[in-house]
């Protein structure tokens, strides 16, 4: 009898313990965005979202299906905090011909600092310009998508996956 009640107890403890340990996962969210891409390379952001992750190599991840500047010209895109300090690599993103599901997902790592913080997507122009244009597409913070041994930075997937 005490045998099968050390048992249940230890049953009890390590569920306990095992909930305890459960994490949230991220979702793969598509969160539209739309803005005026400054000229000279003005930045130009969103409003901030939560990254929770504890991990670098949790990407985040930007699609442009459009851009004013006309299909297959690049934009480029990062992560920062509100304050303006950049918290992932930057990347050049492909416009696609303005169908939401035109252009490809970009799944980029986030930096050290991009952990358990508010981030928010940043744009500038890929080149020097006194032109503004506007964009269109979507990104999310944090996909939950881990980034492949194979790559440094980021990964593009292929069209309308």
Not at 43 to 53: A, I, L, P, S, W
Not at 84 to 90: D, E, I
Not at 96 to 118: C, F, L
Not at 133 to 160: A, C, H, M
């Amino acid at each position: 009898m005490k045998k099968v009640r050390v048992i249940a107890l230890g049953t009890i403890l390590a569920c306990s313990i095992g909930l305890g340990t459960l994490s949230v996962e991220a979702g793969n969210e598509n969160t539209g965005y739309s803005f005026m891409i400054k000229k000279d390379q003005g930045n130009e952001f969103t409003g901030t979202k939560y990254r929770q992750t504890t991990t670098e190599r949790n990407t985040w991840k930007v699609r442009m299906y459009y851009s004013q500047e006309g299909t297959n010209t690049y934009t480029t895109y990062w992560l920062e905090k509100s304050n303006g300090t950049n918290v992932s690599p930057a990347v050049d993103v492909k416009a696609g011909n303005k169908n939401s599901k035109s252009g490809r997902n970009h799944y980029i790592k986030g930096n050290a600092g991009a952990n358990a913080t508010e981030v928010r997507l940043t744009a500038e122009n890929n080149n020097v310009s006194s032109s503004t244009y506007s964009v269109e597409g979507y990104w999310d913070e944090e996909t939950g998508r881990i980034l492949p041994g194979q790559y440094k930075t980021f990964y593009t997937t292929e069209y309308n996956k």
